[in-house]
């Protein structure tokens, strides 16, 4: 298995030598090219998914992560659109960072730069499969995608597709390759070849993550569970604040930006808990709630530790009042998993202790959790969204997809 992933590689960083001097004509034809091709084998890509859906289901996977794993024909249309976007963004290679004439003449400027290979081990998801291919292409470096065994029909026939598209274009298929699900190993082999990949992006659950983290040889950038939070403050339009709190949750509830914490200030909670309350149960979700909502509503669980920690992916939402928006904020920083953080407020004021006081790579300000995504930043589809602190933090597109190279021109300069 080390031997087909290392070969992989190498034919990923030869045609990463390709793809670093194509123009951004050549790429965004590709990539359009890519987009027909999956649209017009939607056919194809939806019957994969349902053997893939079937077989989770059999294995007695639960109905949030079959959710994830689902591809319909809108799905297939969404994800195509995603490598569209793509292509009609700016193209990240060549932009000059920063630059300026040193004291002694010398001109010197920040370029942005391909990466080189891409490596991606994620779970469910096929569509982040184009997606990941798609950011890739256009910051000129080769992916290997190695998605999770449940979704390995759909992932091989949404690669084929595109590197059918993307060599019909011109460009080298190769920089886009699945690496196999069938051995776990292949992941390993994927993270620890360094000198062959230049980067890893684990996008999944904890336990994946962390795995990856720890495993690694090769460079990570971490994304994030989303333990995510939405803040009713003493100010708040509670007319705006019901709609947020049930859309951050609701919307969709197996993603990574969906609520699964409600705070709730104290001035507002007569008012607001039997509204919100109500609106959520009716919804079918399950409140873990602290005493203030207990009292309401017997159906109502007890809120434990476990609860302020944990990010659901499903219907559940903890829940529980506090005092100040300082208690709101020190709840945040001790449970939060840094993904991303709402307030709902009519105060400047609070808005901005609120923003600054928390620790996370979005925050909403009277707008729902779910915006937090690479498509709605404008940034066409998103490789995952980084928690960490290193260069890439947040919905992570073409940009965070490069690293820079300075070019020092002279005129004969010596030291």
């Known amino acids: 298995m080390k031997d087909i992933v290392h070969d992989a590689a190498r034919r990923a960083r030869a045609a990463s030598s390709a793809l670093a001097t194509a123009t951004r004509a050549q790429k965004d034809t590709a990539l359009v090219a890519a987009a027909e091709a999956l649209v017009a084998a939607t056919d194809r890509i939806v019957q994969a998914n349902a053997l893939d859906v079937e077989a989770a289901r059999a294995d007695g996977t639960p109905e949030n992560v079959i959710d994830r794993l689902h591809l319909d024909a809108d799905r297939v249309a969404a994800f195509a659109q995603g490598v569209r976007d793509v292509a009609a963004l700016p193209d990240p290679v060549g932009e000059v960072v920063r630059g300026s004439t040193l004291p002694n003449g010398l001109r010197l400027q920040q370029l942005r730069v391909p990466m080189g290979v891409i490596g991606m081990i994620y ?232 923003t600054t006081g928390v620790d996370s790579a979005a925050v909403m300000v009277n707008a729902s959790t779910r915006f937090t995504d690479g498509g709605e930043f404008g940034f066409g589809a998103e490789i995952g969204i980084s928690t960490q602190k290193l260069h890439a933090r947040g919905p992570m597109g073409l940009q965070e997809m490069t690293t820079t190279t300075y070019v020092v021109t002279g005129d004969g300069h010596v030291r």
């Open 123 to 354: 779970e469910g998801r096929p569509n982040v499969t184009a997606d990941a291919a798609a950011i890739c292409l256009k910051a000129g470096s080769a992916s290997l995608l190695r998605g999770s065994r449940s979704a390995q029909r759909s992932n091989a026939v949404i690669v084929e597709v595109m590197r059918d598209a993307i060599a019909a274009s011109g460009l080298p298929a190769d920089v886009v390759q699945a690496v196999t699900a069938e051995d776990r190993s292949s992941a390993t082999h994927l993270m620890q070849a360094r000198g062959l990949v230049d980067l890893v992006i684990p996008r999944g659950g904890a336990g994946l993550i962390r795995s990856v983290v720890q495993e690694s040889t090769v460079p990570v950038i971490e994304t994030g569970t989303g333990n995510v939070h939405v803040y009713v403050d003493a100010d708040a339009d509670l007319d705006m604040a019901l709609d947020i709190v049930i859309n951050s949750k609701t919307h969709r509830t197996s993603v990574c930006n969906a609520a699964e914490s409600l705070l709730v200030h104290r001035d507002v909670a007569e008012e607001f808990l039997p509204q919100v309350t109500k609106a959520l149960l009716a919804a079918g979700v399950t409140i873990h709630g602290d005493e203030s909502f207990r009292e309401l509503e017997p159906a109502i669980v007890a809120a434990t530790d476990e609860d302020w920690e944990v990010e659901y992916l499903s219907s559940d939402i903890a829940a529980r009042v506090v005092d100040s928006l300082d208690e709101a904020v020190q709840h945040i920083r001790t449970w939060s998993s840094g993904h991303t953080e709402a307030i709902v407020t009519g105060s400047l004021e609070a808005a901005r202790r609120f």
